[in-house]
């Protein structure tokens, strides 16, 4: 099965700087990767994916993801971080097997911007 | 319209009801899902539907029943749920079939918060 994994459980940074949310991926073949965000009670809104093509991929919000296959990583990075960015956000990866195919997210990462 | 539209957006249930969640999308999309979410952590997949047929149902315990009546519209029927079911439930609906070997992205709606008492 498909998998990827978020190793930071926080990320806190200030506004106006760069920020990175780190996500590794498992998968036979080529991976479909996606970025989420999901703010308090609401549910989750897409950023952005990698299907195939240029390793860097640029979404709403400014958000960008860069595929780094011999790393087996598709960070999330924005260059100049804001106070409403903070919320939490998903990588997930499409999962195939004969019975189907749907999203398996990664546990989350939540981010902080300070002001 | 990239609107997936979830009702009601709270509920609160005894462990003896029987009460339905709705979800709708009019986007043409060919597979819906049913996603269950603890707080702080990430979707769990229950069920999917491609073009109105369960696909694949993640060994959900059978007080959750799953209907889909047509390409637009997703239930999920409970009944005799336990507090551990309290989560706020998600629907996402994607224009690929569950069977597709496509990357389009999954649409999810506001979800449905769960509380039963």
């Known amino acids: 099965a498909q998998s990827v994994a978020q190793p930071e459980d926080q990320v806190n940074v200030a506004e106006g700087n760069p920020l990175t949310v780190k996500c590794t991926y498992s998968?036979?073949?080529?991976?479909?990767l996606f970025w989420y965000v999901q703010y308090p009670n609401r549910g989750l809104q897409f950023l952005l994916k990698?299907?195939?093509?240029?390793?860097l991929v640029k979404g709403s919000y400014g958000f960008e993801a860069e595929f780094n296959k011999s790393q087996t990583s598709f960070h999330l990075k924005k260059p100049s971080a804001l106070v409403s960015d903070s919320a939490l956000y998903f990588c997930?990866?499409?999962?195939?097997?004969?019975?189907?195919?749907?999203?398996?997210f990664g546990k989350g990462t939540t981010l902080s911007v300070s002001s | 319209d990239t609107e997936v539209t979830q009702t009601p957006k709270h509920l609160v249930m005894g462990m003896t009801n029987k009460k339905s969640l709705k979800c709708e999308q009019h986007?043409?999309?060919?597979?819906m899902y049913w996603y269950k979410q603890k707080a702080k952590k990430p979707p769990e997949l229950m069920f999917v539907?491609?073009?109105?047929?369960?696909?694949i149902n993640e060994s959900v315990p059978s007080r959750f029943s799953p209907e889909c009546p047509n390409s637009s519209l997703l239930n999920l029927h409970l009944h005799a749920l336990q507090p551990e079911d309290s989560a706020l439930y998600l629907c996402?609906?994607?224009?690929?079939?569950?069977?597709?070997?496509?990357?389009?992205?999954?649409?999810f709606g506001q979800g449905t918060r769960l509380t039963v008492v």
């Open positions: 996402a609906s994607s224009q690929d079939s569950a069977y597709s070997r496509g990357g389009t992205e999954a649409f």
């Open positions: 986007m043409g999309h060919r597979a």
């Open positions: 990698y299907i195939t093509g240029d390793n």
């Open positions: 539907y491609s073009y109105e047929k369960l696909s």
């Open positions: 998968v036979s073949g080529n991976p479909y």
């Open positions: 997930a990866v499409r999962d195939f097997n004969q019975a189907g195919t749907a999203l398996i």
